[in-house]
């Protein structure tokens, strides 16, 4: 049975961009060897709006057969033209991709707040960040270094530090247009080609910087954007034979599962995954900056980030007085219409992540936290959830030890300095920590003593390409970002040259 066609001016009212309308009503299909095809299936999906839960498109449905394909094309790629041009040529394709994404970022936010529900003022300080992220690779793409070793005088050694060769990398619909960025933008600077797999829930924004990637002239089956499930597709390219590594970003349970699919041909792996991180408050903090960036911590993109500060430490003494500010700060926050520029907090991305949230507010309650605020989901049309703040929770309640990725935070006292740093690590994760204080030194010891890969000093969610991001523990391995994508995108080889 054929799928319906989706309602344009339904799931997308009140947009008046042509671009966005244009792109909408095309065919949503697979990018391989530089042509855009069906599923050899033929297969679709619905890709919903999740703010007036109307489908917003239909999406190719790629699944292993489409997968083999553009592995063939990606290797092609990447033993023919790919492989001859110059870092120069690489640094301009790069710089090009980031102009075009500069110049749509407008259409490219709308579309990623249409597709994911997020607020559109942050959907378009991510695409800017997304072209960020592209220009601070092109810089790399000439400044990959081999060394001259101090050999023996007989032999000169040197190494060629080379490109990986065929990366397949799987996203989450939590950041799709900045993970697109973070997977691709190194992967070219390094000279490798991709199969990137976007998330079923937002196949839309990947889809249109494939086609500006097209625009910029990038050769045929360098990128390959496949569309579909992850049972399908997404375990098509972990356990690939021909794939000779794979860049995932999403939940602990899957980089689980990626992780074993790559033991068949030993794939290298990096894995950027869950958090339940801490955001530590002392009494001598600056409230006046803490309240507002706690509550942006913890419900930005409604809550649904891997770093998100979820786990609030409040030292006792004043534990009550952070609470109600915090809270009355949280009350003004209701999460609205994403195409507002006014607003903060869009819906949640689908119907499974609502009732997740909603299951969470309930095992909360049920384990005797009390919701502050909040507590309950919104009744109506779209994923709408506003802000909750629990207390009287406990470190070992599910609702402060799983990922919830919902605007939830658990509020939860502490003694001092070590009873923080106790309580702060005391997780199965470590992506993220904030440490709130006036005290230069407690900042820095408490920084050093956390076990998270990311510390932020009485700042949050600051994230830059300059520098790595990555998780202790059960958030993942490697890092991302910074000379360290440059690490995962590159292989070393040492050459002994006999002196006669
Ligand atoms: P997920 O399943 O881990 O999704 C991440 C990506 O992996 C998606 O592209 C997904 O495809 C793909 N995938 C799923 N199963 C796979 C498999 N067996 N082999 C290869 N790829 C596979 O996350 P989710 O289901 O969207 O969300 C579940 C929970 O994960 C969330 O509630 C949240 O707690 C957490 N999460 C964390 C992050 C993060 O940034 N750390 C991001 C997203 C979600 P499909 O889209 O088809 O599933
Ligand atoms: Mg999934």
Redesign the pocket.
Known sequence: MAAAVPSIEKAAAGIKSNAVLDFLRKPKQLLINGKWVSAKSGKTFETINPANEEVLALAAEGDKADVDEAVKAARKALEGKWSSINPHQRAGYLLKIADLIEAHADELGTLESLNNGMAISLAKGMASGAADTFRYYAGWATKIYGETNPSDPSVFNYTLREPVGVCGQ?????GPIAMFAWKIAPALACGNVSII?????TPLTALRLGELLLEAGIPDGVVNIIT????TA??A??EHPDIDKVA????T???K??LK?SAGNLKRVSL????KSPNIVFADANLDQCIPTSLFGFTMLSG???CAGTRVFVQRDFHDEFVDKLAKQASQAKAGDPLDPKTTIGPLVSKE?FD?VKGYLDIGKKEGAQPKLGGEVRNGKGYFVDPTIFTNVKNNMRIARE???GPVASVIPFKDENDAVLQGNDTTYGLAAAVWTNDVSRAHKVARALKAGTVWVNCYNNIDPISPFGGYKQSGIGRELGKHSIELYTQIKSVYLKLN
Request: glycine share 18%; net charge negative; hydrophobic share 40%.
């Open positions: 799987i996203i989450p619909w939590n797999k976007p998330a079923e829930q579909g499930f992850g049972e997404g375990a390219i972990a995932f970003t999403g939940s349970e899957v980089g599962l990626i699919a950027e995954l869950g958090g649904q980030v891997c992540q997740r990922e919830i990725f």
